[in-house]
């Protein structure tokens, strides 16, 4: 028994060695292949899975490149240790960087454990290599004699952002922005394709220039094709010279007409002439300043201050950029001085200081007609420059008549005159004729009779019988209370000239005193002398006083009225009138008590009353009317009135 169990026990030890002998193989990770994105020149990124663990712990994981095929020595890059006991997959990434640009690099994915180290797949990329921004030069157009319109086009970005781009042009092949002759546009462009234009300026005429589009980006230049235009060569406007016409002795209109405009503005066009061939702007000429707005454009212009009779040659002219280019030549005669003709009429109306002096225009002449009239003097062959009365400006209708006014004469003498023109300041005289200045006349003046005669004024007749050699200045009546009264004594007087006859008149003489006797005179006044019709007499009224009445007084309720009444005005009109009384005396004036009205009643017989108030127990009084004119007193009868009562 002792033996079997020791023989179960050897052989549960067998068992129990033969278990542990017997434990599971290892395992090892599987890894996948790397994926490689967001490749740029100088980074990448890498991607990859634990894609089975092993039954081994995994002491590190990571990314090994290189840019040799076997990528087992290169770069490492490590993600630390995995728990085999995660699930898988068990993706994992990693970004690197400083890598060379347009380089091939192999990369794989491993995995270290205790038994060794453990790849993934070989992979591979390649970074990415510096592209410039695409550029191309696409043509000119607007091609003038000193610019150009330059068109390219940015086509295609780069790697690096623009920082500039434009043209750049010159007179040699494949110019370079080195050249000041360019123009840039700074800043990025954001789409594509980005066409622009540029203006070249300042350019030389008639040469040929080379132009490149170019664009900068990480301070490298790109340019397009280089392609090339030619500037226009400097043009002159077209000129031609026209005809003539309205030719005088001293005047032409010239025509002319600018055909074409230059490459420069026109400014200035015109005519030029002188007595010689091919006449320059140095000489005469008429401008016109500025460009003309189209063409064909013609104009014309009027040669002046020429002379008559006379050849004269003349070209149409056009300045364009300080260059003056000529029509042909042409010429035109100017032609002969004709004067105008004049001939002397009568003369009429004459008096002893004037006389109207008549002439005639026959016909016109080469010049216009500046002034015409007569002249007249004592002598014979009298000149403008004596005495003269003229008529100015020009005269177009033939004939024309023509009076005139010779003032200022002496009376009773002889006078010359003729009729003149003035034209070009040449005058021409008509033939020469005389006329007599007459005898000095004097007006008619009458006195006539006196009427209308109060005792401050009168009614005073004249008359003009005739007028005189002079105009009437006044004529009117002077009195005085002394005989043969003059004008430097009172007067009335009308004024100006009178031309019918015989003209009466009728004078009011005021302010005279009454009761007086005064002389008067008609007269007439004429070229400052004064003649006087006969003496005559008239005589003032005798003032009349007026006339008052004391009517009576009757005792009413409160005390007197008094009656009065004024039966004429006299001859001073009344100012005041009333009643005055007095308890003593019984001739009572205004100088004691009054009762009074101030101004004139108007018409007469006027009666008027007053009232007095009794003023204790006075009861006895005389009184009577009166009346004041010309600060005179008149009174009427006293009478006195009593009360009756207690």
């Known amino acids: 028994m002792k033996r079997y169990n020791l023989l179960l026990l050897a052989l549960c030890m067998w068992l129990f060695h033969s278990c542990q002998v017997a434990e599971e193989p290892s395992r090892p990770p599987e890894l996948d292949g790397v994926a490689v994105s967001d490749i740029t020149l100088s980074s990448a990124v890498l991607s990859s899975a634990v894609s089975k663990a092993g039954n081994q712990d995994i002491r590190e994981h990571g990314f090994v490149y290189s840019e040799q095929e076997e990528a087992t020595d290169g770069v490492k890059t490590t993600a630390g240790a995995l728990d085999p006991t995660q699930p898988t997959p068990i993706g994992f990434r990693e970004t690197i960087s400083s890598l060379k640009l347009n380089t091939t690099y192999y990369v794989r994915s491993y995995a270290i454990t205790a038994a060794g180290t453990f790849y993934g797949e070989k992979s591979s990329f390649k970074t990415l290599n510096i592209i410039q921004p695409g550029i191309r030069t696409d043509g000119a157009e607007a091609v003038a004699y000193n610019s150009a319109r330059l068109k390219g086009t940015v086509t295609s970005k780069g790697t690096y952002p623009i920082t500039q781009y434009g043209m750049v042009w010159g007179k040699e092949t494949n110019p370079t922005v080195a050249l000041t002759t360019k123009t840039t546009i700074n800043g990025n462009v954001s789409t594509f394709p980005a066409s622009f234009t540029v203006n070249a300026e300042s350019l030389s005429p008639a040469t040929t220039y080379h132009f490149r589009a170019y664009v900068i980006a990480n301070n490298v230049v790109s340019y397009g094709a280089d392609l090339t235009f030619k500037t226009e060569d400097l043009r002159q406007p077209g000129i031609r010279t026209d005809g003539s016409a309205d030719i005088t002795a001293n005047t032409a209109r010239l025509s002319g007409t600018v055909l074409s405009k230059g490459t420069f503005p026109v400014t200035e066009y015109g005519i030029c002439w002188g007595t010689a061939a091919a006449p320059t702007t140095a000489g005469s000429k008429s401008a016109q300043k500025g460009d003309v707005a189209t063409v064909p454009a013609s104009f014309s212009a009027t040669a002046t201050g020429l002379n008559a009779n006379t050849l004269y040659y003349y070209r149409a002219y056009v300045i364009s950029n300080n260059v003056t280019t000529y029509g042909a030549d042409q010429s035109f005669r100017t032609t002969a001085v004709v004067q105008p003709q004049v001939t002397t009429g009568g003369a009429h109306d004459i008096t002893v200081n ?78 020469e004729q005389s006329f007599r200045t007459s005898a000095v006349s004097w007006p008619g003046v009458s006195t006539g009779g006196a009427g209308g005669i109060s005792i401050n004024s009168a009614r005073l007749d ?185």
């Open 354 to 431: 004037s006389a109207r002096l008549d002439g005639t225009l026959t016909s016109g002449g080469t010049y216009p007609i500046t002034e015409y009239g007569v002249c007249w003097g004592t002598s014979s062959g009298p000149t403008t420059a004596g005495s003269k009365a003229s008529e100015y400006g020009n005269v177009t209708s033939f004939p024309r008549n023509f009076t005139v006014t010779a003032g200022g004469l002496n009376m009773s003498s002889t006078y010359y005159y003729r009729a003149f023109v003035v034209a070009n300041g040449v005058t021409i005289y008509g033939s």
């Open 462 to 646: 004249g008359s003009l019988t005739s007028g005189g050699s002079y105009p009437i200045g006044e004529y009117g009546i002077c009195w005085s209370t002394s005989a043969n009264p003059t004008t430097g004594n009172a007067r009335a007087a009308e004024y100006g000239n009178v031309t019918s006859f015989p003209k009466g008149f009728t004078m009011l003489a005021n302010g005279l005193n009454a009761s007086t006797t005064y002389h008067y005179r008609a007269y007439v006044v004429s070229n400052g002398q004064t003649l006087y019709g006969a003496d005559q007499t008239f005589r003032t009224a005798d003032p009349s006083p007026p006339s008052v009445t004391t009517v009576g007084a009757a005792i009413v309720s409160i005390g007197f009225r008094f009656d009065g009444r004024v039966n004429s005005g006299g001859s001073y009109g009344i100012s005041e009138y009333g009643i005055c009384y007095a308890e003593t005396t019984n001739t009572p004036t205004i100088a004691n008590s009054r009762l009074s009205n101030a101004g004139n009643p108007g018409s007469f017989p006027y009666n008027y009353s007053f009232t007095l108030n009794l003023e204790g127990n006075r009861k006895y009084y005389y009184f009577r009317a009166y009346v004041i004119s010309n600060g005179v007193v008149y009174y009427g009868n006293v009478s006195e009135i009593y009360n009756t009562k207690d």
